[in-house]
């Protein structure tokens, strides 16, 4: 089962990776801007990450209590 879940949230990071990838080159098409760079991608990734961590964090510790 953990197996399962790695492979998925590889899965799902490839494919924002590749969302992400398609958005650039139609707004780099239409407007000769992208919208995101490698930066605020991780960035954004990284603060959803630590927003899913706390919310089950909080979860666990108001089950405690």
């Known amino acids: 089962m953990l197996v399962l879940k790695i492979l998925g949230v590889i899965a799902v990071i490839i494919g924002i990776i590749a969302a992400v990838g398609i958005l650039n080159q139609k707004c780099i098409e239409k407007f000769q801007v992208p919208l995101f760079s490698k930066g605020t991608a991780g960035g954004i990734f990284v603060a959803a990450i630590c927003l899913f961590i706390g919310m089950i ?4 510790v108001a089950k405690a209590n």
Do not use: A, M, S, T
């Not at 964090?57 to 666990?60: F, L, N, R, S």
């Open 57 to 60: 964090w909080y979860q666990e």
